[in-house]
């Protein structure tokens, strides 16, 4: 989903579809010196970082179990869920929908 966004692949798609190609409005941006942030660092949190670095995001993540040198050890920097919402790029969440786990 992060490279449709990043690529506008559902617009360009509907473009084609209706015979129009406007090359100009479907450029896209790099993935290469964005930030990722990730909500919920478990193994599929952990999962997405180390794909995403392999397109040279810098990564931060938000789990309240999460210490600093693990990670650290995935290329991660440990932040506040306040700073996922200021820093980010682009914002993906992996965690369970529970009441502790429910905003209002």
């Known amino acids: 989903m992060i490279l ?7 617009p360009a798609d509907h473009s084609m579809k ?3 190609w406007d090359r100009k409005l479907y450029r896209g941006h790099e993935l290469s010196e964005k ?3 990730i909500i919920g660092f478990g193994r599929i949190g952990q999962e997405v970082a180390h794909r995403m670095r ?3 995001m810098s990564i931060i993540a938000f789990d309240p179990l999460l210490t600093v040198e693990k990670a650290a050890s ?3 920097s440990k932040v506040s869920l ?3 919402w200021k ?3 682009y914002i993906t969440v992996h965690v369970p929908l529970l009441p502790q786990t429910k905003s209002e």
């Open 54 to 56: 392999a397109f040279d």
């Open 74 to 76: 995935f290329g991660a």
């Open 35 to 37: 930030i990722l942030g």
């Open 18 to 20: 209706e015979g129009r």
């Open 82 to 84: 306040a700073d996922i």
């Open 87 to 89: 820093l980010s790029d």
């Open 4 to 10: 449709a966004l990043s690529r506008n692949l559902v």
